[in-house]
């Protein structure tokens, strides 16, 4: 029963999701059915004591970058500077290769550290636009911004602030820069793989003579008002470019000539500097970009505090959907009939955890329809024990840092997915109209580039 109530508890979970209940009311509910199916278990103890601290761990531990990361975004937004750095890489592409330019804007602004939710509403206006003139259909649309936006910036270039490269730091002692050779090898088979499905698809649909369609607005087509004076494209990107160096220079340089000593005290948990270092380097380079970004344009804001206020509360709700997740995750672990799932999942490879891992992560991340909390559910249940099995058998810490992230960015984006559904209303597209080509680029793609790391780093 304890096992049947673990399966159900997850399908629950997953088709309940679909069908739009929250997850701050669905994970502890599922979590603690499954508890009372287990028999013989205490629920409100594993409620108080399981559930919720799993929850408080995870915000305690990854709030500032959701906080910061939130910020950051709306003041890109609010500035008008996603909105330059997008029309000027269309300039460079050109309005027959619009595909490229929608994926390309999206990376350079997820890779900078605004908000995939963000990018989404700041490229679709233009996008659309440019997917209009050029007589693509517009159902290609949704795809162009999920390749862009939560595949190759989100889990596989290196240095990445996202939250999903940043989770499996503290459990392989890893920063945001694991495995870079690796992780670049497979951003550019996502990005080039999914370019040349979706042009492939738009040739096909102009030999159809299909055109753009007729479409109706959705609230998402208002954008700044067109007498906005933007920023140039040097004082837009250079906050974005910030993120990225000055992570690298903290992670590698500051912080490892600090002497913090303290850090072994209890009451900075017991840690060591280096287990740290990457969510120190991205809280120091997300707050330091901020700063930038709004010095750089500090007279283009119409309220400076309702746009960081407004980016802080946009950080509540996702947080706490991933911890609840956490909690959940936390609560089937310790649950007596788990062992039977864990040891089926380390069995499958047994002389090769990175896969055993992979396997893991994806499983979890399609159940709950989503990345960060997939791995973290994995990674809290089985972790330490990944990480030992690496450790005997010699594999790179850094390989199994970028394979975590790898898998979380597979089967996450099934159709219950809530970047899925929120990019789709925000495009007015339907999943029967959008989501097969959703799947090959934000799905099946990146499983595939994340099988090929695999290989290569067990050749390596």
Not at 212 to 229: F, K, M, N, V
Not at 243 to 271: E, S, W
Not at 325 to 345: H, K, M, N, T, W
Request: with cysteine; glycine share 10%; charged share 10%.
């Amino acid at each position: 029963m304890g096992l049947i109530g673990i399966v159900l508890s997850l399908c629950l979970l997953m088709y309940l999701a679909y069908r739009g209940i929250n997850v701050l009311i669905l994970a502890p509910l599922l979590a603690m059915l499954a508890v009372l199916m287990s028999g013989g278990l205490p629920v409100l103890a594993t409620y108080t004591q399981v559930f919720m601290k799993s929850l408080g761990g995870y915000i305690i531990t990854y709030f500032p970058l959701f906080l910061l990361g939130a910020i950051f975004g709306k003041v890109m937004a609010d500035s008008g500077a996603a909105r330059t750095i997008a029309e000027r890489i269309v300039e460079w592409t050109g309005a027959d290769r619009a595909i490229l330019a929608v994926v390309l804007a999206c990376g350079v602004l997820t890779y900078g550290g605004v908000s995939l939710f963000v990018v989404a509403f700041a490229i679709y206006p233009i996008a659309n636009a440019l997917f209009r003139e050029a007589e693509i259909p517009k159902r290609l649309l949704p795809a162009a911004i999920a390749l862009g936006s939560f595949t190759f910036t989100m889990t596989a270039f290196p240095g990445t602030p996202a939250i999903q490269n940043a989770i499996p730091i503290p459990f392989f002692g890893t920063t945001v820069f694991a495995a870079p050779f690796l992780g670049t090898f497979a951003g550019l088979v996502m990005l080039g793989g999914g370019t040349l499905w979706l042009n492939r698809r738009a040739k096909a649909a102009a030999h159809r003579g299909e055109g753009y369609g007729i479409h109706a607005g959705t609230a998402a087509d208002s954008t700044l008002p067109e007498d906005t004076a933007l920023p140039s494209f040097g004082l837009a990107i250079a906050p974005v470019v910030a993120v990225i160096l000055l992570n690298a220079i903290f992670t590698y340089l500051v912080i490892p000539m600090m002497d913090a000593p303290y850090l072994a005290d209890a009451q900075y948990g017991a840690t060591t500097l280096s287990k740290v270092a990457g969510i120190w380097g991205i809280i120091v380079s997300l707050t330091l970009s901020i700063i930038l970004a709004l010095a750089l344009n500090w007279r283009r804001f119409a309220d400076v505090l309702e746009t960081v206020n407004t980016g802080t509360m946009g950080s509540l709700l996702p947080v706490f959907n991933t911890a609840s997740e956490v909690g959940y995750g936390a609560v089937i672990a310790s649950l007596p009939a788990f062992v039977i799932i864990r040891d089926g999942v380390l069995g499958l490879f047994p002389d090769n955890p990175v896969a055993s891992l992979a396997v893991a992560v994806n499983v979890l991340a399609g159940i709950t329809g989503s990345a960060s909390g997939g791995m973290s559910i994995a990674l809290n249940a089985l972790g330490e024990q990944f990480a030992q099995m690496g450790q005997a058998q010699g594999v790179s810490m850094g390989l199994m840092h970028r394979v975590t992230a790898l898998s979380s960015g597979g089967f996450d984006a099934l159709p219950h997915n809530g970047a899925v559904i929120t990019l789709l209303t925000i495009t007015g597209m339907t999943h029967k109209k959008s989501y097969s080509d959703i799947f090959v680029v934000a799905v099946a793609i990146p499983v595939l580039a994340t099988i090929a790391v695999i290989v290569l780093g067990s050749i390596g």
